[in-house]
């Protein structure tokens, strides 16, 4: 059970809450400026969206797991992943950056860096530990010409 629990979606929803929590009982008169923050705002969720559903299909194009805990039957270096080894997490990165844009939760800001952090030690590295195993040599190939994140 609590393997599904500590999942990417469940940390950002939790992220989501404490940006949403500070920009609507703690704003403490702090603004980023209206209609900027919320264009700004908009196009990082639409991002974000936009290379989560572009790596959802690649994994099933592949026909291999998305589940964070599982290891892939298949090493996918296509589509969306020639840019980064991590399109869903970027994606939930950019989630969480364009919603507290948008919720004008300026001092939720700190939480970004903080998203990554969590997610790179509780999911990429394992991930890419499992990976290493499995898929050895390709594996580190893929990782000399495609970045973890950007």
Not at 116 to 123: A, L, P, T
């Amino acid at each position: 059970m609590l393997k599904w629990i500590d999942t990417p979606p469940v940390w950002l929803m939790g992220f989501l809450a404490l940006a949403f929590v500070q920009a609507t009982r703690f704003p403490m008169g702090l603004r980023l400026g209206g209609g900027w923050a919320d264009f700004a705002g908009g196009l990082l969720v639409g991002g974000g969206v936009l290379l989560i559903v572009l790596a959802a299909l690649e994994f099933r194009r592949h026909k291999t797991t998305i589940v964070p805990h599982e290891t892939p039957a298949r090493l996918i270096t296509s589509g969306v992943f020639r840019r980064t080894r991590n399109p869903i997490y970027l994606g939930d990165a950019l989630i969480l950056a364009g919603l507290i844009l948008r919720w004008e939760a300026v001092l939720a800001l700190p939480l970004i860096p903080i998203f990554v952090w969590v997610i790179e030690k509780r999911f990429v590295i394992p991930e890419e530990d499992r990976m290493r195993r499995t898929f050895r040599a390709d594996f580190a190939r893929y990782c000399e010409k495609t970045r973890r994140w950007v």
